[in-house]
C-alpha cells in the first residue's frame, strides 16, 4: 500500500517489474540492480525527482541533493531506501560467498501478481478453467470416498472411457487433440498458476524469518533461559512441519528434489514442440526453466531452515560452554577446598607438607610437546614403475567397487501400491508387506521405508508397537525389530 501511494509509485513499479518479473529472476546482486536503476533513471529524467522527492525525507538531506548529483550515487542510495523497515519493497542479504544480493518481499510479489490478473486477457479461458475444476473435483471425490466398491466403480468407469479412446484411435488411426485455441489457453493457464506460485513461497519464507526475529528477540530478554528459548524453537518449528503449509511444502520438495527422471521439463519440452508443430505461437520462455525457478525457490526455504537449524545448534554451544565454565568453576573451588584441609590436619604452615598425589613409577607424558618433531628416515627408489594393467587388483575390492546399490524410494512407493491393490485398499504392515515382497538391499532399505513414511499421508508409524523384519543378507540371515509401521 505504500507503494502504491507515493508519487513515484509508476516509475518504482515499472523498474521493479521489469527488473525481476519480466527477467523472471528471483534475486539480484545489489551492485547489478543498482547499475540498472542507474540507466533507468537516465532514462527518465524528468521524472527521476519524484523519487528522490520520496526518499529525501529519510536518506537524502535536503538542500544539498548536489551531493547525489551522478545516476550511480542516486541508485544506490534509492536501492538502500527500498530496502529499508519503512518502506520494505526489497530484502537485502549477504550469501555465504559474500555477494550482496537483493530480492522482491512477499507484499510486493503480491501486488504484481495482483496487476498481473489485473490486465485485461486477449480471451478469457473459461472452457480450460471449467475443465480444470471438473477434474479437480473428479479427483476430489474419488480419493474421498471409504468404500472400495464405490472405489472400484470408479476406476472401472475410468477404464471404459479409455477403452473406448483407444478402440477410437485404432479404427480411425488419429488422435483427438486440442485445438491451437485450447492449447494457448492451457499455456497461460499454467504459466500464470505458476507465477503465482513462485509468489507464494515469499510468504513461507516470512515464516521461518518470523521464528528467527522471535528467537533473536526471546534471547534479548534476559528473564528467558536458554531451555525456554530452546523449547520455543523447537516446538514452533514442529509446529510449522505439520502444519498444512508445512505438509504442502514437504509434498512439494520431495517432488521436485527427487525429479530424477526431469518430468516437469520433459513434459514441457514435448508440449511446447508439439504446439509449434500445430502452428500455436507461444513466445514466453517462462514455462522452459519453470522447474529451475521452482528449485531455487524451494532451496531458499530449506536455506532458511538451515539458518534456524543453525540457530538451535548456537544455542545448545553457548549452553555447554557455560556448563563447561561451571565446571571449571567448581574444579578450583574444590582444589582450593583441598589444599585448606591439608593444611589444616597436617597441623599448619609449621609442620612438613604432605604429598597429595603419588604415581607409581615414571608417568607417560603424551602431549605435542613432549614428541620429537623428526619425521622418520625414508629411503628413496629409482624402481622403475609398473604399468597398471601389469599391477595385481584385489578381487575382493574390485567387487565391492562394482557393487555399489542404491534404494530407490519411487520403486518402494510402487511395491507399496502393488501390494495395497492386492489387499484391495485394506491397512497392512510394514512386516506384512516384507513377507510378500522380502528386502532386497539389506537394513538401508529397511531404513528408507521410515524415511520415505516422513512424507507421506499413506504411512503412519505406531512407536507403541514393535514388528519384527527378517531378511537374508550376504548368506546370514538377520532379524530387526522396528517400530509397526502402518499402511492406511
Not at 48 to 69: D, K, S, W
Not at 92 to 107: K, P
Request: aromatic share 10%; with cysteine; glycine share 4%.
Amino acid at each position: 500500500m505504500k507503494l502504491l501511494r507515493s508519487h513515484s509509485a509508476h516509475l518504482t513499479i515499472s523498474f521493479l517489474y521489469n527488473a525481476f518479473r519480466e527477467e523472471h529472476v528471483q534475486s539480484i546482486p545489489s551492485d547489478q540492480l543498482e547499475s540498472k536503476l542507474a540507466l533507468f533513471l537516465q532514462a527518465h529524467q524528468e521524472d527521476e525527482h519524484l523519487m528522490e522527492e520520496e526518499a529525501e525525507e529519510t536518506v537524502f538531506v535536503p538542500g544539498q541533493n548536489e551531493l547525489f548529483a551522478d545516476f550511480q550515487t542516486k541508485a544506490h542510495v534509492l536501492v538502500t531506501f527500498w530496502c529499508s523497515d519503512d518502506r520494505a519493497y526489497l530484502r537485502r542479504y549477504s550469501l555465504a560467498s559474500g555477494v550482496f544480493v537483493v530480492e522482491l518481499t512477499a507484499g510486493i510479489e503480491r501486488l504484481f501478481s495482483w496487476i498481473e490478473n489485473s490486465e485485461p486477457a486477449e480471451f478469457v479461458g473459461t472452457e480450460s478453467r471449467f475443465q480444470n475444476i471438473l477434474l479437480r473435483l473428479r479427483d476430489l471425490k474419488e480419493n474421498t470416498q471409504e468404500a472400495p466398491a464405490e472405489r472400484i466403480a470408479a476406476l472401472k468407469e475410468q477404464k471404459k472411457k479409455i477403452d473406448e479412446q483407444i478402440k477410437k484411435i485404432e479404427l480411425t488411426g488419429v488422435p483427438q487433440m486440442y485445438t491451437e485455441v485450447q492449447i494457448k489457453e492451457r499455456l497461460e493457464g499454467i504459466s500464470r498458476d505458476s507465477r503465482e506460485l513462485l509468489g507464494d513461497f515469499r510468504q513461507a519464507e516470512d515464516n521461518f524469518r518470523a521464528i528467527l526475529q522471535e528467537i533473536y528477540r526471546e534471547q534479548g530478554d534476559m528473564q528467558a533461559t536458554r531451555g525456554s528459548i530452546l523449547g520455543y524453537t523447537l516446538d514452533t518449528n514442529h509446529a510449522l512441519r505439520v502444519s498444512p503449509q508445512g505438509q504442502s511444502f514437504s509434498s512439494f520438495w520431495n517432488f521436485i528434489s527427487q525429479d530424477t527422471d526431469d518430468e516437469i521439463n520433459s513434459l514441457i519440452n514435448a508440449i511446447l514442440s508439439a504446439a509449434e508443430n500445430q502452428n500455436v505461437v507461444w513466445s514466453d520462455d517462462f514455462l522452459l526453466h519453470l522447474k529451475q525457478y521452482l528449485y531455487d525457490a524451494g532451496h531458499k526455504i530449506i536455506e532458511q531452515n538451515r539458518v534456524l537449524s543453525d540457530r538451535i545448534s548456537r544455542i545448545l554451544s553457548t549452553q555447554e560452554a557455560g556448563s563447561r565454565y561451571l565446571i571449571r568453576q567448581l574444579t578450583a573451588g574444590i582444589k582450593k577446598e583441598m589444599v585448606t584441609y591439608l593444611e589444616r590436619i597436617d597441623g599448619g604452615a609449621e609442620s612438613p607438607g604432605r604429598d597429595f598425589l603419588f604415581v607409581e613409577g615414571k608417568p607417560g607424558l603424551s602431549f605435542p610437546q613432549a614428541r620429537t618433531p623428526v619425521l622418520d628416515e625414508q629411503t628413496n627408489t629409482m624402481e622403475e614403475m609398473k604399468p597398471f594393467n601389469a599391477q595385481a587388483i584385489d578381487s575382493a575390492s574390485l567387487k565391492a567397487l562394482f557393487n555399489q546399490f542404491y534404494v530407490d524410494e519411487k520403486e518402494l512407493l510402487k511395491t507399496a501400491d502393488a501390494f495395497r491393490a492386492e489387499k484391495n485398499g485394506m491397512q497392512f504392515t510394514l512386516a506384512e508387506l516384507m513377507q510378500k515382497y522380502p528386502v532386497k538391499k539389506g537394513l538401508a532399505e529397511v531404513v528408507t521405508w521410515f524415511a520415505v513414511a516422513e512424507h507421506d499421508d499413506r504411512m503412519k508409524v505406531e512407536s507403541e508397537k514393535n514388528d519384527e523384519i527378517e531378511f537374508t543378507r550376504n548368506g546370514t540371515r538377520v532379524k530387526v525389530t522396528v517400530p509397526r509401521m502402518l499402511f492406511i
